[in-house]
Structures are given as C-alpha cells and as structure tokens.
C-alpha cells in the first residue's frame, strides 16, 4: 500500500510541477510575448505588405541575402507560418533552399525574439534556465546562437539549392523559371 501512495504522489506532483511552471510562464513571459506580437504586427501594418514584398524581391536577388536576411525579416514580420510567404517572390531554384533556411533560423530568432513561434519557446526556456542557474547571461547565449544559426542557414541553403538543382535536371525539370 506504500509503494501505490508513493506513487500517487509523485503522479500528482508531477502535474503540480507542470502547474507551478504554467502560471510561471503566464505571469512572465506571456504578457512579453502578447506585447511583442502586438507591436511587431503595428510594425507589419505601417510598413504595408507592398513594401516588404518589394523588400523580398530585392533580397531575392542575391543568394546570401536570400538565405540569411530574408528568412530574419519574414520572421520578424510574419512570424509561423507566413514566414514560408516570402519564397514566392525567389526562382523555382531557390525555394527549396530558403524552406531550408527558414526552418534553421526558427531557433535561433526564438533566442532573441520569442513573438516568432511562441509554439516552441520552451525548448529556448529549458535551455536558457540551464544556463542561468549557471550564473552566466543567456543574451550572449542567444547572439552566439543567432549569428551560428545563420551561417549555417545559410550554409543548409546553399546546399539544398544545388541538390534540388541536380534532382531537378535529372527529373528534366525547367530549374530557371
């Protein structure tokens, strides 16, 4: 009979845990992320979808800017999942590799900007804890994070164009429209 209420309270402790972590995050970093997303969608408005469609057309153009800034303004701007938008404005050849680099900047941006993809802060939040309690700063962790992440979105990008360039002419696929 020990053990079964041994086990009911670890049962339920786990789930006050889970709790005690809830109103945690509703009383921090909830309202932060409720104010970022509110300002950062007054931004989107003022600046107007035409401006930042010209603005993803002229980063288009260039292979680096397409992998590393375009990705940094769509989540910024759009968050999940209008971020995936933007690789309308780049050639056939080119999207594949920016879906690529969109997905490896989630994290990263997440770091600094926790509006992008609220859905997935709790993966920065678990390591972000690990390295407070360590007594150092996460802001250095996250621009270390941000930086690393977009050399090899950019990386990732680069490489996912060529091998979608390669599949795609070996299908007989038209890789210039």
């Given at each position: 009979m020990e053990g079964i209420l041994r086990f009911v309270d670890s049962f339920q402790n786990v789930f006050a845990e889970g709790g005690a972590t809830l109103m945690d995050l509703i009383t921090g970093i909830l309202p932060m992320v409720l104010v970022l997303l509110t300002v950062f969608n007054a931004i989107a408005a003022l600046v107007g979808e035409k401006r930042l469609e010209k603005l993803s057309r002229f980063l288009a153009k260039s292979k680096v800017l397409s992998y590393t800034v375009l990705p940094f303004i769509g989540w910024f701007f759009l968050c999940n999942p209008m971020v995936f938008s933007f690789?309308?404005?780049l050639p056939q050849?080119?999207?594949?590799?920016?879906i690529d680099a969109v997905a490896t900047t989630n994290g990263p941006m997440l770091s600094l900007f926790p509006h992008i993809n609220p859905a997935?802060?709790?993966?920065?939040?678990?390591?972000?804890?690990?390295?407070?309690q360590l007594g150092l700063s996460t802001t250095g962790l996250a621009v270390r994070f941000l930086l690393s992440g977009f050399l090899l979105a950019l990386i990732r990008g680069l490489i996912t164009e060529n091998?979608?360039?390669f599949l795609a002419k070996?299908?007989?696929?038209?890789?210039n429209r």
């Open positions: 690789g309308k404005f050849r080119q999207r594949a590799g920016f997935e802060l709790f993966i920065w939040l678990g390591i972000a804890q690990g390295v407070s091998v979608w360039v070996r299908e007989g696929l038209d890789v």
